[in-house]
Nanobody
Framework: VQLQASGGGLVQSGGSLRLSCAASGITLDDYAIGWFRQVPGKGREGVSCISSSDGSTYYSESVRGRFTISRDNAKNTVFLQMNSLKPEDTAVYYC???????????????????????WGKGTQVTVSS
């Protein structure tokens, strides 16, 4: 299984970027998949995830209304459209797949973003003020 994230870069505050995560060895729409981010010295944060069963989505409070997750099943790719970017969005962004058809219960975060088994290499997003 390989997940390849791309689309990161340097953008000014208020700008937009679109991240892509292309998968091989796994069919993305069979499993929950999501985007996470991490800054040095902090833990990994779940940004947005999408369910395989009903397509429902989760967004963290910090990105809700600005970011949109979507899938292109024909291309086996998941996207993260990021608008109105802020300097605090600066991080390395990772895509991940749960890789098993297991339904989690509990918080919305755990239901959508829990139990990710397969991780791609990250892509750096830098937002300048």
């Amino acid at each position: 299984v390989q997940l390849q994230a791309s689309g990161g870069g340097l953008v000014q505050s208020g700008g937009s970027l679109r991240l892509s995560c292309a998968a091989s060895g796994i069919t993305l729409d069979d499993y929950a998949i999501g985007w996470f981010r991490q800054v040095p010295g902090k833990g990994r944060e779940g940004v947005s995830c999408i369910s395989s069963s009903d397509g429902s989505t989760y967004y963290s409070e910090s990105v809700r209304g600005r970011f949109t997750i979507s899938r292109d099943n024909a291309k086996n790719t998941v996207f993260l459209q990021m608008n109105s970017l802020k300097p605090e969005d600066t991080a390395v962004y990772y895509c991940a797949s749960r890789g098993v058809r297991h339904r989690y219960s509990g918080t919305q975060y755990y239901i959508h973003c829990g139990g990710m088994r397969y991780w791609g290499k990250g892509t750096q997003v830098t937002v300048s003020s």
